[in-house]
């Protein structure tokens, strides 16, 4: 299990103005026990998608079975405040598919360590990772230390990657996002990206702290 940032959550019957909710109704049991497995496989069936040559056949074959497999699903939509893809804070990046599967180290108003290994599906070209899987990475763990530190939701104003060297695909990744300063609603948020000592990106961004109804 992953260590998870400690944030305040709400219970669904909670009051809510229309904005951006102040709080997550997190869980650790939404979907079920085995909810971290199936992510797993959706994960890695992304994987396997980006590195396969199929033959027309198996194309027909798995065609075939994703169709089933959607239809299995359509009554069983949910809103994005409590799919458990997003808020199950057990598992790596709380279940998200969108995200790169991050594993939090640590989570506070100092900042957050992660680790975050890419794998196929995130290929850019010539074996590295794509630019835009480290620039979500960033959002996101940078938006979590923004967070945790002036303990409010915020949203990305601009955010600014360095490429300093190539992120590699396979290979553990240490990451780091902390406040550098915040101006009343402005969030000055850095990051890094190293695989070892080797610094592969880094982070500049601002988040602005929403207010009260704000979307
Ligand atoms: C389960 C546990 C989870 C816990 C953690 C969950 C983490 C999840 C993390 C998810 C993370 C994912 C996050 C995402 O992906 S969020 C998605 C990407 N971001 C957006 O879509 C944001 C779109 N933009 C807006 O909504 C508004 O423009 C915002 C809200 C950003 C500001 O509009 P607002 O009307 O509110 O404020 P303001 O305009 O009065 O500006 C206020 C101040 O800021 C300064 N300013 C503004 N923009 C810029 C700029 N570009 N450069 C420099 N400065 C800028 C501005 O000059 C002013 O300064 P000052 O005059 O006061 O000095």
């Keep these: 299990m992953s ?3 400690d944030v305040e959550s709400s219970s669904a ?8 909710r102040p709080t997550f109704d997190v869980s650790t049991e939404r979907g079920g026990p085995n909810y971290g497995k199936f992510v797993g496989q959706v ?11 199929p033959s027309a056949e198996l194309t027909d074959e798995l065609l075939a079975d994703l169709k089933s497999m959607n239809a299995k699903l359509v009554d069983f939509e949910t809103d994005e405040w409590t799919s458990p893809s997003g808020t199950r804070i057990d598992l790596p990046a709380r279940g998200n598919i969108t995200l790169p599967p991050y594993d939090i180290v640590d989570a ?15 290929l850019g070209g010539n074996g590295a990772a794509h630019g835009g899987f480290v620039a979500l990475l960033f959002d996101d763990l940078g938006g979590m230390a923004a967070a945790l530190n002036i303990e409010g939701i915020c949203r990305t ?3 600014k990657i360095d490429y300093r060297s190539l992120t590699p695909l396979n ?3 240490a990451v780091r996002c902390w406040v550098d300063r915040v101006e009343g609603r402005k969030v000055y948020v850095r990051g890094t990206l190293h695989e070892g ?10 988040f602005i ?3 009260p109804g704000q979307p």
């Excluded at 000592?197 to 601002?206: F, I, P, Q, S, T």
């Design 209 to 211: 702290k929403l207010k």
């Design 108 to 122: 506070g108003p100092d900042g957050v360590d992660a680790t975050i290994t890419f794998t196929r599906f995130n």
């Design 3 to 5: 260590a998870q940032p």
């Design 171 to 173: 290979s553990e990744l």
């Design 13 to 20: 019957s909670d009051a809510h103005e229309g904005g951006f």
């Design 157 to 159: 104003a601009y955010l």
């Design 197 to 206: 000592d080797r610094l592969c990106a880094e982070m500049d961004a601002l």
């Design 43 to 53: 994960r890695e069936f992304m994987d396997r998608v980006r590195a396969a040559l």
